[in-house]
Every structure is written in C-alpha cells, then in structure tokens.
C-alpha cells in the first residue's frame, strides 16, 4: 500500500513539480505568472497521442515534436501574450492575457480532440521479464523528465553564458539591459524553454494522465501550488514541493477518499498562502515606491 | 428530413396568451406542420449518448412523413443543443413552449438538464417524454405530464444488484463510484438496497475521477473480501482504470455496473483487450443478443436499418432504438389523440399498455408515468459488442 | 464659497456617468416594457442577463474598480443558490420562506466574499486569482459531499417566490428591481469618494496610501457588498433555474462574469452592464456559434486586453476625444492659497534624529539628522544615490530605518504606516507622477481629499445626504485647488492626456487637498521648462509662507537656491553639509563634489 502511494504520489507529484518549474522559468524571464503552464502540460498530452497513436510515429520522432510544438508554443506565448503588456506589469494585465490565450487553445483542444479522456502509448518496449519491467514505465517516466530537468537546468544556468544571461535578467532586467544583453531575446528563448519543459511534463505523464482536454486546468493549479509554497522563481522548491504535493494528494486520497483529498489540497494551499504569502521557502520582497 | 435547429421568430405579440396559462393547440390551419421540441445534447462533454439517440429519432421522423405523417400534417422537430449545460436546457425550454408553441417536448436526454426543464415545462403544461434515469424526475403529482420512457435509477441498480446477489451468486460486493452527481447519489441508492437484499457491502468510496491511481482502492476492496466490483459512473477514464488496474493486479474478480464499462471510449483506454474480460454493464434485454440472435422485435429493426443504411455499428442499438421509440411514441399519440395538451396526457395515462418499442415494452397508468417493466433491464457482457449490440450476460434465463 | 466653482461646471464625469444616465434610462424603459412583447423566451433570457448582471455589479468592484482579479466569483453564486434553495426547501431545520431564505444567501455571500477576498490584501494579483479558483473548486466539492443539505450530486430544487413576484412575469420584474437597484448602489459606491480611492489602490497604489487611504477596511467593504450581491444573484438563479445540482456552476460561467466585466471597462458600470446583456443573449441568437463561445469568449478578452484595455466604456466615452487646446500655459494662482490652506499655528516641526536604512549590504541613509519647519522650504540635494529620496520615503512612512527616530513636533512618527500621515496633514508627490490615467484630473485630485470625506460606506451606497455633502465640498475644494495650480481649465480631461508638467502640478493639487501642514516634494522640476519651473518655485515658495513646512528633494540647483530657506546635501548616505543656500553655495566640498562650479 505504501509503496502504492509513493511510486504513484512521487510519479505525479513529478509532473506536478515539472508544471511548476514552467511557470518559474517563464517567470525569471519576464516577472509574469502565465496561465499557459497548464495548458502545455495538456497539451504534451495530447499532441503525443496525436502523433504517436493516430499518426503512427515512432516514440522518439513524437517526443521530439511535441518539445518542438511546445517551444513554439512558449514562443507564441511570449509575442501574443506577454510582450505587449509587459511595459505595463504593475495593472498585471497578463494573468488575463495568458488566461485568454490558454482558454482559446483548450477550446480548440477540446472540440479537435474532443472531450473525451484518450488512451496514450506505451513509449519504451521494455520486455516485461526484465528488471526494468518492475516499475512501470509510466511511474519512472515523469521522474527521469524531472531529474533530468532540473539537472540540465542546474548545468544550464551555472555552467553557460546563455544561462547566465538568464539569471541576470532574472535579477534586474534594467541593469541587464544596460549591459547591453538582449532582453526580448533571451526572454522569448526563456519561454521556449518553459514550452520545452511543459511538453515535457505532459508527454512523460500522460501514461498516468491520459491525453485529455481537461488536464489543462488541474495542471495549471496542482502545477502552481509547489510554486507558492516552494517560493516563486525556486526550481528546488518546486521539485520538493511537487513531489511531497504529489505524495500528500495519494495518501489523502487513499486515507479520506476522493472529495475530501480535493478539498485538503486547496484548503492547505489557501492556509499557507495566507500565513506565508511568500511561500514556505522564499523571502519577503522589498517595497516599490 | 424536417428538424430544424431554430426556426425564425413567429410573431406572438398580439396573443393574449400570458405566461402560466394552458397552451392550447394552436390556432392554425390543419396543414401546418405538427411541432414538437426535442432537447438533445449534441455538442459539449458526454454527447455521444445524444448524437447516437437522435440518429434514431431523425430517422422515425423521417419514416412518419414520408408514410402521411401525422393524419397528412407533418410532424416538425424542433432540435435545441443542451451541451449538457442546465442553464442551456432551461432557455431552451422556455423558447420551445413560448416561442414556437410545440405539442409537446421529447427529451431533455441528460438527468442534469432534466431536473430543471421538468419543473419549467410542468409549469406550462406541456406534455413530455423523456429517458432520462433519476428517479424523482417523475412525480405524477408535481409534474402530471411527464412520463419516461426508460428505467429509473433504482430499477438500473436493482437489475445490477439482482445479477451480482442472484445470478452470479456473490455475496460480497465493492460499490464504488465517482465523485460527479451522478456517481455520488447512485452510490448512495444501492448501497442500501443491496444490503436489503442480504448482500454485504464490504466497501464504499466515492473517488475522484481524475485520480490516476485506483490501486490503493482496489486493494481496499481486496483485502476487504470482495468478491464484486460495482462501479458507477460515466466517465470511461475512471472505469477503464479500474479495469486496468483489477488487469495489472490479476485479480479476478467480475466488474458489474454502469453502462458505459461497455463504451467504445472504455475499450480504448484498456490496457489490453483481456481487461474488458468478466465485465457486466447493465442493458436491456429487448437490444441484446440471446444465443447469437436479436430478440424478434429489434432484429426486424436491425433489417430496417441495414435497408436504409443508416450507420448503428458506430454507436449503440439502444440508444438508436430509444432515439425511434420517442419519436414513434410521440407520433402515434398525436394521431390518436391530436395536439392538445390533456387529450396526449390522457392517452398516454388510459392507452399505453404493454406498446411493443424497440428499445423496451411501456406500460403506463394514471398513478405511474414509469413505463419500462424490472425484467427488462440485464446485465450484457460488454466484450461481445457486435454492430451496437451486446450478448446478454450469462445465468439469465432466456 | 468660491468664485470658481461657480464659473467652471463642475459635472461628475466618471467615464462618463452622466452621459451614460441616458443610456440607463433607455435601458430601464426598454427592461419596464419588456413584458409587453408576452414572449416569455426573451423574457427568460432577460431574467438571466440580470440575475447575471446582479453579480457582475458586485464583482465589477473588485475587478473593474480594485483591480483584483478575482476569477472563481462564481463560488459566491453557488453559495447563495444552495442557502436559498436549502432553506426555503427546510433543508435546515423549518422551511423558511423564500424572501427571507433569499436574504439568508444574500447574508451568507456577505461573510465568504470577504473570507475569499481578504487574501488580496497579503497576496500577489496572480496568487489571489488561484486562491479564488481554489475556494470554488472547494464549494462545489462540499456541495457534491453534504448530501443532507444540497442534495448531493442529485442536487435541490430552487426556491419559487410567492405573489408578487411569483414565477412568469412577476419574478421577471423582481430580477429587473434588483438589478436596478445593484446598479444604483454600485454606481453611487463607483462615483464617491470610495470608489475613487479603489481606482486608486488599482493604478496608484502608494499615492493612495499616501492620501490616507486604509486597503484593508476598504477592501473588507468591498468583498462584503460583492459577496452580498453574488449571493442574491445565487438565490434567483436558483429559482430561475427551478433545480441546481453543482454540475450548473462552472467554471466558464465565471469566465463569463469576469470578461464581461473586462469587456465592458474597468472603472465602469454601464460598460459591464452592456457586456453582460450581449454575452449572455449571444449564443441564444448566434446557435452556429454556440460551440465555439468559450472561444469567443476568450478571443475577445485577448484583443480587449491587447488592443481596447478601456472596453466598451472607452469607446463611449466621446467627450475625451475633443482634441485639447495645443499650447496651454500652467498659471498658478497663489493669491487662492489663502483658501485651499489652513494657516498653521505657532511652530511645528518634523524632526529625524540618526536614522540609518541599509539595503542589503548598500547603506542608503547613514546616521541622518535633518528638520523640516513649518514655513520654510527646506532643500535636500545630492548626487544620484546619495538618498534623497529614501530619506522621503522614511518621512512618508514607506520604509523602516534599522535605528533612529522620526518625531512630529516632539511625538513619535510611527514608520512603516505611510496610510497614516495623512491624518497629520502630511502630503506629498513622486518622482514619476502616480495617477489614475482613466479618471478625470479632478477626480485624481479629489482622490488626495479621501480623509476629509464623513459619509460611512452605507450613506455613500445609498447616497444620502451627507454623502452628497462630502461630495460638493471635495470637488468645490479640488477646483480651489485645480485653480490655485493653474490646471482648472482641464478639469474634466481624463488624466492620462496631460503632458508631463501638468501631472506634476496635478500631484501638488492632490497633495493641497490634504490641506498640509507639511508637503515633501520629489524632484518637481524634472522635466519642466525654464518658464515652469520659475512659475513652480513662485507656487512653492507661496505654499511654504502660508506656513506649510515643505521638503524639496531637487536637481535643479538654481531652482533650490532660489526658494529654499535651508538646505541639506547628502552624499553617500550622510549629511555632508546643511545651512542657507548662501552658506551652501559656499562650501568647499560642496562646491567640489556637487555644484561641480
């Protein structure tokens, strides 16, 4: 039973910590929230069942398409939704802006795609006798994407110029600029990536999830809870607080039942927000006058 | 073909008719079209059931005009999409019964916009068929109009019940359902008529849907002794785990429940075709198959279809068949007993006995607007889906 | 009381409220007369679009006023639908009858809009967007779960109103009574002094803490008639609907709300009253469409976003597209300070002892003494960095310094309070002009007369006299100072088409309206010509001798040797010289390190 609710709670709770880092790399490179997390989520799906199962595309070919839609995607995002409102952050007309954008591409989901859970494909034939068999595919699957997300990101943001360049915008975009790096650039490659990593999360979890329309709303708040709880623009606090999300939401299930494991969840969520707005792990931001 | 989605505005304002007054027939020449709402949900989540429906009910259409229609009037359906949206169903029923003055309504199809059309027609006196399973949507008192054609709740859970405690012969049994309306408060009516039978409910929950993992639940059910699994709800996501997780753990144990274990949508979200092995959904023994062949009835029908080449192998027999007896029903009300709104209601309370439909046999009284009769509701095995129809589950005498 | 109150017409012009009372009067004959049609299709149609309107009228408060984004108010229906259904099914306990059960979920909204809406005062924009969600994903669960009041997922039948708002056309002209009446309150809320310090808090946050005004109360009002109204809309929904099982509240209804409320424009009613009537009789018209509606929905919300952030209101507001006059003048008339000032007694003065602030391991102010006088200008100068400003922002209560004291005359200024000074008549203006872009110039600047106002919330939202009292005196009182300043030619222009100059002078009449003892200035001059500045310094100079102590934080050197009575120099955080400009303009290192002459 325990072991039940960990490989599914640490399964989930990965796709749950890969959403959150979404919106953290979307946030470091613009100060945005955007409600797209979720939807690339669904989104990475969906799309890998399209390509995989309908289209009859081998499971490496898919993947990589699917990181590629969602790249475009988060570029997408960045022109349509983002740039145009930054100049005016302080009326915080993008939590709008996204929030418009991801309803139109559900809905377009949903009547394309229908509303209808579908089933998505086994991506790795593994024999079923071998080791690697002992855990299901689907289990390690969203743990590997996470593990190898937020190494690459470690190695990415230490390691390289570009990656650098990011966390300097993250800092103060205006002395950033001044310096002369190219903010709008290395803001849309950010978004890119965010698309990368949202795709991701969904194509790894969507053995679990299944390719559905309606994930994308789910994602977009079990995706944003590490964040509010992990502290904004943290990657460690969102793969924590994913995984002991996704752990908590298992074992609620499994100890009080369906409803009122939902209605943990969220009251928890509301409670810590409103005892630690910054989060359990991140630190009181400084005024703006 | 003569459904319209929406027929353009007729000009009422000079009657006199005010909103709670009887709808008489209306004043117009005896060659005008015969209307009649119908309330599907087309478009939106869980549509399947009423696009398969109204294949049925457009083709009854079709057949009465073409054979003289309704004493030579047409008869006009007057299609409204719901999208499962309540508040949908609710304007359309006052458009229906204000705006185009119909005979009568078929529908709505969806328990969820029937329980807040039935109360809006009632208050305009219009008389109305509908399929839908809640139990209180039929009230002879508070809604002397309404009448269904199909079986209620208790009488879907009681055939589920019947074929897990009498036929199959088990006494322990695992009732779980999803936390939608209807999957809480079909769960919350068999659990307690099971256990009046004598059964022992050994486990209940209600789980969210959108849980990916049921294992903990179906361990709970196994360490609890069950020796029956009864799922209720319609969402193929949640059945079709259950089955693959009973597939993953071998645990042997039959699945009976709700009509949708047998959906198209189910099978494909299997893990493997076996999975589908030991399931029961409930279905109704007028639209399955005893040893290989359709009961007398249906089987005519089937020819008719195939004649006609209307597609069925897509969706299910019975809900083309129930799409036909609607529509039939409704047309040979209005031949015998002409549009007005007390003389179909008295048709139907004096003269509906025993009426041969496809889907099911409607027997109706003055004291009770439920028609379908216990015995026809089975159990079918739902991996023997063949052009829309299932075998009748094993143990039942034929 | 004055010569020029009496001359300029002074009309309440918020986005266009008079010129909107046409349109609500059309509205209100065309919804009267509506039953004539006896088609009680349209009439359903129209009862939705006010119930629907009922809600938005409250929310449009929070959102098109406050700011907040508050997108799961569709909970605060849910709630108000299941008490009134419950109740006047005798759910709980006796049955109660419908009209009071209906103000029991009206009273139940009250308490959960501001449960739900209090979060805002702590939370980030985005946050409090998913705390929303997350609270009405928890009420529909709970209803799915506490089967003995709500029915469960089987759900409970609305409530039906008696005579004389029975089901028909009786119940139609209750949900038009009570829309009126939601528009009436929320309009009278929008056009007071209320209304005005929410769009304050929306778009100029610390100028409305500067002007005294307390979120935390405000918002508590807000969320409560919000909450209110949402639960009344709940009940007649309820009944409308005739059942309600929680599978009817869904999210994309909120989406509806929200949107229309955007589509409409912030900071307007009859803007979102518009949008909602459209949205909800759309998809009844445009049937092909009805599938792709969300999708609509959402379209249009991106493009209102993008392209029209002003909605509907925008685009009727016709007066602010009358071209202005090109080459105006601001001339200051200080011969009216007598009029906007209170003369202040004896001395008085706002005193810093060795207040010391560091920003991470920088240190803004190191050991600052300073004393701001009453009557006296006092300049403070200094290289960029040197914290001019940050010594400003410890005055008006924006920063905590690590030690020190601030005292005024001779009592301790708490810090970290900036929403109290103005209560001690202590006013100020920014080094970028914070306004309200969407509000006329004397609606910014009555904002600043906030504190003066006496009507309670109540009398406000019912307009009742000494709410119209406060009214006429604060717009009398901000053409005195519109008129001192030299802007009250542009009055009724909507703030965001004002050059830069005459936003400056805009935040000193703002300021004025505190009717200061002392007034902080934060670079005044950036940005204006030779000609206005000289005019500035004669206005500031007239402030100061009616006894106002003034701190002028400058870079136009001139400008503080030609006014200031005392000046200080800062450098790296700390004193580097104080006396008169004739003192200052001497001193060596000064001289060196700053006037660079």
Redesign the interface.
């Known amino acids: 039973m325990l072991e039940s609710i960990l490989s599914y709670g640490l399964a989930v709770g990965a796709v749950y910590a890969l959403i959150g880092i979404t919106y953290n790399v979307m946030f470091s490179a613009s100060r945005v ?1 955007s409600f797209t997390a979720g939807m690339l989520g669904m989104l990475g799906g969906v799309l890998g069942a399209l390509f995989i199962d309908k289209l009859g595309m081998n499971a490496i070919l898919g993947f990589v398409l699917v990181l590629a839609c969602g790249a475009l995607l988060g570029v997408v995002t960045e022109i ?2 983002v740039r ?2 930054l100049k005016s952050i302080e ?3 993008y ?3 996204t ?3 991801a ?2 591409v559900q ?2 989901t949903a ?1 394309e795609w229908g509303t209808d859970a579908q089933p998505f494909p086994a991506l790795i034939p593994i024999d079923p006798d071998s080791i690697l068999a002992i855990i299901d595919q689907k289990f390690w699957l969203p743990l590997l994407a996470c593990i190898v997300t937020i190494v690459g990101l470690e190695f990415l943001y230490r390691r390289t110029l570009i990656g650098r360049a990011f966390l300097a915008i993250a800092e103060d975009s205006y002395a950033a600029r001044a310096l002369g790096l190219p903010e709008t650039g290395l803001r849309m490659a950010s978004f890119a990536l965010a698309g990368v990593i949202g795709a991701m999360a969904g194509f790894t979890g969507a053995q679990m999830l299944l390719a559905y329309f309606g994930n994308q ?1 789910i994602l977009s ?1 079990y995706g ?1 809870v590490p964040v ?1 709880l992990g502290g904004m623009g943290s990657n460690r606090g969102a793969v924590i607080g994913g995984l002991a999300l996704g752990v908590f939401q298992q074992a609620a299930n499994f100890l009080v039942g369906g ?2 494991a ?2 943990a969840v ?2 928890v ?2 409670v810590v ?2 005892l630690r ?1 910054e989060g359990l792990a991140g630190a009181a931001t ?4 | 073909m003569s459904i319209k ?2 027929t353009v505005l007729t000009g ?2 000079a ?6 007054s009887s709808l008489a027939a209306p004043a117009i020449a005896q060659s005008d079209p015969i209307r009649v709402g119908y309330l599907p949900a087309l ?2 989540p869980s549509s399947s059931t009423g696009v398969g429906i109204t294949r049925g009910t457009e083709l009854a259409v079709d057949v009465i005009n073409k054979s003289g229609g309704i004493n030579g009037r047409k008869l006009e359906m007057i299609v409204r ?1 719901t ?1 499962s ?4 169903a ?2 359309a029923v ?2 229906l019964t ?2 185009q003055k119909v005979a009568a309504i078929w529908g709505p199809l969806n328990s ?1 916009e029937a ?2 059309a ?3 027609i009632a ?1 305009d006196k219009v008389p109305m068929l509908h399929p839908c399973w ?1 139990d ?1 949507l039929i009230d002879v008192k508070k809604y002397p109009m309404a009448f269904r054609m199909a079986p209620t709740n208790t009488q879907v859970g009681k055939g589920a019940n019947h074929y897990v405690f009498n036929v199959l012969k088990l006494k322990k049994v695992a009732v779980v359902s999803d ?7 079909s769960a ?1 009516t068999y659990v307690p008529m099971l256990k009046a039978m004598g059964a022992e409910v050994v486990y209940t929950n ?1 789980v969210d849907a959108a849980n990916p993992d049921l294992k903990p639940e179906l361990l709970r059910m196994q360490s609890a002794g069950a020796q029956a699994i009864m799922p209720w709800s319609v969402n193929a996501g949640f059945l079709s785990r259950i089955l693959n997780t009973r597939g993953a753990m071998g645990w042997d144990v039959p699945v009976v429940g709700q009509t949708t274990l047998g959906s198209g949508q189910t099978k494909a979200l299997l893990d493997k075709p076996e999975n589908w092995n030991k399931v029961y959904s409930n279905n109704f023994r007028n639209c399955c198959y005893v040893n290989g062949k359709l009961p007398p009835r249906a089987a005519e029908y089937v020819e008719r279809l195939k004649k006609d080449k209307i597609e069925f192998a897509d969706t299910l027999l019975w809900w083309v068949a129930l799409g036909w007896d609607g529509a039939m029903m409704m047309a040979e009300t209005l031949k015998a007993a002409g549009p007005k709104n007390t003389d179909m209601v008295a048709y139907w309370n004096n003269k509906v006995k025993g009426w041969p439909g496809i889907y099911g046999t409607v027997t109706w009284t003055p004291e009770e607007h439920n028609g379908f009769p216990d015995e026809d509701v089975v159990m079918c095995e739902v991996n023997s889906l063949k052009d829309g129809a299932f075998n009748i589950a094993p143990g039942y005498s034929s | 009381m004055t010569d020029i109150a009496a001359t300029a017409p002074v009309r309440t012009s918020w986005l266009g409220r008079l010129e909107g009372k046409l349109s609500w009067i059309l509205l209100g004959l065309v919804g009267l007369a509506l039953p ?6 349209i ?3 129209a009862q ?1 679009a006010y119930i629907y309107w009922v809600l938005s009228a409250g929310l449009n408060l929070v959102v098109g006023y406050a ?1 907040q ?1 508050a ?1 799961g108010w569709v909970s605060m229906l849910t709630l108000g639908a299941y008490t009134t259904a419950a109740l006047a099914a005798g759910r709980v306990g006796p049955e109660w009858h419908p009209y009071l059960a209906l103000a029991a979920g009206g009273l139940m909204g009250a308490v959960f809009g501001v449960i739900v809406g209090l ?1 805002a005062l ?6 409090f ?3 929303t ?3 009405s ?2 009420v529909t ?2 209803a ?2 506490w ?1 003995d009041v709500t029915g ?4 409970t ?1 609305g409530p039906v109103f008696p005579w004389p708002f029975e ?3 009786g119940f139609y002209y209750f949900c038009f009574i009570l829309a009126a009446l939601a528009t009436w309150v929320t309009a009278n809320i929008g056009s007071s002094r209320y209304g005005r310090a929410l769009v304050a808090i929306r ?1 100029a946050e ?1 100028a409305a803490e500067a002007s005294g005004i307390v979120k935390a109360r405000l918002f508590t009002l807000i969320f409560l008639l919000a909450g209110a109204l949402g639960g009344v809309a709940g009940g007649l929904f309820a009944s ?9 509240f ?2 994309e ?1 909120s ?1 509806l709300f929200f949107i229309a409320i ?1 589509i409409g424009g912030r900071g307007s009613i009859l803007g979102p009253a518009l949008a909602t009537i459209i949205l909800t009789a759309l ?2 018209f445009a ?2 469409l ?3 509606s ?2 609509l ?3 249009l ?2 493009a209102i ?2 392209l029209v ?1 002003g909605g509907i209101a925008d685009m009727l507001d016709f007066k602010n597209r009358r071209p202005l006059t090109l080459h105006r003048e601001i001339v200051p008339r200080t011969e009216l300070l007598s009029r906007v000032l209170d003369r202040t007694d004896g001395r008085r003065a706002i005193v810093l002892r060795d207040i010391s602030l560091h ?1 991470g391991g920088v240190r803004a102010i190191d050991g600052l003494d300073l004393e701001i006088r009453s009557g006296e200008v006092h300049g403070l100068i200094g290289p960029n960095g040197s914290g001019k400003t940050t010594t400003l ?1 410890v005055i008006s209560g ?2 905590t310094p690590k030690t020190g004291t601030l005292q005024l005359d001779g009592a301790d200024l708490p810090f970290d309070q900036p929403q109290v000074r103005a209560n001690r008549r202590i006013a100020r203006t ?1 080094q970028t002009p914070r306004l309200v872009g969407a509000a006329s110039v004397l609606e910014n600047v009555m904002i600043g007369g906030t504190v003066h106002g006496h009507a309670s919330f109540t009398e406000a939202m019912l307009s009742l006299p000494r709410h119209k009292r406060d009214e006429r005196v604060l717009r009398e009182a901000a053409m005195q100072a519109l008129a001192t300043v030299g802007l009250e030619s542009l009055a009724e222009v909507r703030a965001d088409r004002l050059q830069h100059s005459e936003l400056r002078f805009m935040e000193i009449a703002r300021a004025l309206m505190l009717r200061p003892a002392f007034l902080m200035l934060d670079e005044p001059a950036a940005g204006l010509s030779a000609e206005e500045i000289r005019r500035l310094g004669d206005l500031i100079k007239a402030i100061s001798r009616e006894g106002v102590g003034v701190l002028l934080v400058e870079h136009h050197a001139d400008l503080i040797f030609d006014i200031c009575d005392r000046v200080t120099v800062l450098n790296l955080g700390k004193m580097l010289a104080a006396g008169t400009p004739n003192e200052i303009r001497s001193h060596r290192e000064v001289v060196s390190a700053y006037l660079g002459a």
């Open positions: 929230f349509l939704t145009p409102v009326q915080h007309l939590v709008l802006s929030l418009a954008f309803l139109m809905q377009v009547i709303p708040f944003f509010a409803i009122f939902a209605v969220f009251a969520f509301i927000l409103l707005p400084a005024r703006r006058v | 989605r929406r009422s304002a009657g006199v008719v005010s909103l709670t478009t939106g999409d999208q949206d309540p508040t949908k609710v304007n006052a458009e204000q705006r969820g329980l807040a039935t109360p809006l208050r809640v209180s936390t939608t309306g209807y999957g809480t408060s919350n209600h | 004539l049609l006896d088609d009680s299709y009439g359903v149609i939705r700011g984004i997108i979060p702590r939370l980030r924009t985005f946050y967007a998913m705390t969600l997350a609270f994903t928890i669960q709970v799915l779960a089967k469960g997922g089987v759900g039948p089901p028909g056309w778009d610390v409308l609907q005739s059942y309600i099982t929680p599978e009817a869904t999210f209804m989406v955007l998809p009844e049937a092909p009805v599938q792709w969300t999708f929905y959402a379209a919300l991106l976003v993008l952030p920003f922002n924006y920063y920014f």
